[in-house]
């Protein structure tokens, strides 16, 4: 299992256009993609849950991904949140 711990800078935090096309990169990927928040931890690859985190400004989120393509999923989701939260 990889994770990636970021803190969100987005002013608007996890907003719906970036929650959606980070869905679309996490189903992407073969492995098993997580994201949480405060203890509560969501499938990354629903949009409602991604939503339901309610991630603002300024808020620690953690990344977890495990399976057969763990290391390329957490590179590419990792980059796709320092270059679009």
Known sequence: MKEFTY???DAQGIHARPAGLFVKEAASCECDVK???DGKE???KRI???M???AKQGNEIVLKC???DE???IEKLSKFLQENL
């Open 48 to 50: 409602l849950g991604v």
């Open 7 to 9: 803190v969100i800078t």
């Open 42 to 44: 969501v499938d990354a």
């Open 35 to 37: 994201i949480s928040k």
């Open 66 to 68: 495990e399976g057969p």
């Open 52 to 54: 339901g985190l309610g």
């Open 71 to 73: 290391d390329a999923a």
